[in-house]
């Protein structure tokens, strides 16, 4: 419950209010919404994804730890997108920190789990260096099929509420 205050405690929304979400129902948010908010999950990922590959390919490290990089960092920028637009409305850090972490969690981990997975199983993908033609195709390639895996994801939640719709509340 305490996170769930921590959502709302700078809005005038209670348990109650929550029913005019309903006229989003099953049909959700817009489409365009759902696009946006999954646009601007995907801009903190590409670039965690590419600064992790960066740092762990200049260090020399293996595919593992390059990738458990490149996954943390898609995390901390795409929180940290969200956070920047939330503490614009003049929230405190821990409520733009517990803001983005409801807004982004489940958005950030479908598109890691298509992103990285869609290169796991990319024959050579994880082998490519980033001079490699095939490493700059692999990635462009996961990130869309992310996009189109995460945006209905986005919808859903934002439809109910959740998800993005918690950052919505922030911006008058």
């Known amino acids: 419950m305490d996170h769930e205050h921590a959502v709302h405690e700078h809005t005038e929304h209670t348990h109650a209010p929550h029913t005019s979400h309903e006229a989003h129902g099953s049909t959700g948010a817009s489409w365009a919404m759902a696009a946006q908010a ?22 020399g490290w293996g595919n593992l730890p390059t990738t458990l990089l490149a996954i943390v960092l898609a995390f901390f920028f795409g929180y940290a997108l969200t956070m920047r637009g939330v503490l614009k409305a003049g929230v405190d850090l821990r409520t733009a920190l517990r803001v983005a972490l409801a807004a ?14 869609t290169i796991l199983v990319w024959p050579a993908a ?3 260096q980033l001079g490699d033609v095939l490493f700059w195709i692999s990635l462009a390639v996961s990130l869309v099929l992310a996009f189109a895996v995460t945006t209905p994801v986005n919808k859903w939640t934002i439809g109910r509420g959740r998800g993005h719709a918690v950052v919505h509340r922030y911006h008058h």
């Open 104 to 117: 982004d969690t489940l958005s950030i981990a479908v598109m890691e789990l298509i992103d990285n997975g």
């Open 126 to 128: 994880m082998d490519a």
């Open 38 to 59: 999954t646009l601007h999950c995907l801009t903190g990922c590409a670039v965690g994804e590419v600064l992790g590959m960066v740092v762990g390919t200049a260090f």
